[in-house]
């Protein structure tokens, strides 16, 4: 039998979760979740392209995103539980072995069934939940760049990344200071 790889299926989940998080006004500065296509941009982005959202998905979205941020901006679990918890329970997460669509085994936690934001909720909450326990708190971190107020999972092994991974902070960073010495 064929099972896809924990980590994998994981980090995809982990990069949705921050995605949402980083589409918050209160990270991006503006309401980022405006239309049905913004949504289904951030969802291709992360290799979901099977979920079909609707308007009405929307608000409901927009809803559960304040509890995952207020999870990643403090991460413990005493602080992170509750409202992951409340997030997985708002989205009937429900974990289930499947091989949909030509994958191999993995873990899904939203019913066949649910509505997109259900869908995207549910396996957010799971994979935030997961990654916590699996790498712990201290690897959900803002960007350390002077222009970015992104939060990133740092996936390294010896957790030194400082900067998100697919923006280019770190090169800009070094940039910026490399100007700043040489004038």
């Known amino acids: 039998m064929d099972i ?3 980590e994998h299926y994981k980090w995809w989940g982990i990069g949705l979760a921050l995605a949402l998080v980083n589409s918050d006004p209160d990270v991006a500065g503006v309401e980022t979740l405006d239309s049905v296509a913004a949504v289904d941009r951030l969802l291709r982005a992360h290799g979901a392209t099977d979920i079909q959202i609707s308007d009405e998905d929307l608000p409901h979205l927009r809803r559960i995103r304040p509890y995952l941020l207020r999870a990643v901006r403090d991460p413990s679990p005493d602080h992170a539980a509750p409202l992951l918890n409340h997030v997985a329970a708002e989205a009937g997460a429900t974990p289930r072995l499947t091989n949909h669509d030509g994958l191999p085994w993995h873990i899904d936690f939203h019913t066949p069934a649910s509505t ?3 869908h995207i909720a549910a396996e957010a909450a799971a994979a935030l939940m997961g990654f916590l ?3 712990g708190p201290d690897r959900i971190r803002l960007c350390a760049a002077h222009d970015c107020h992104r939060y990133y999972a740092d996936t390294t092994k010896n957790n030194s990344m400082r900067y998100c991974p697919d923006r280019g902070c770190a090169n800009r ?3 910026r200071r490399h100007r700043q010495r040489n004038g």
């Open 173 to 175: 960073e070094r940039v």
């Open 116 to 118: 997109a934001w259900r």
């Open 4 to 6: 896809v790889q924990i």
């Open 133 to 135: 326990i699996a790498r």
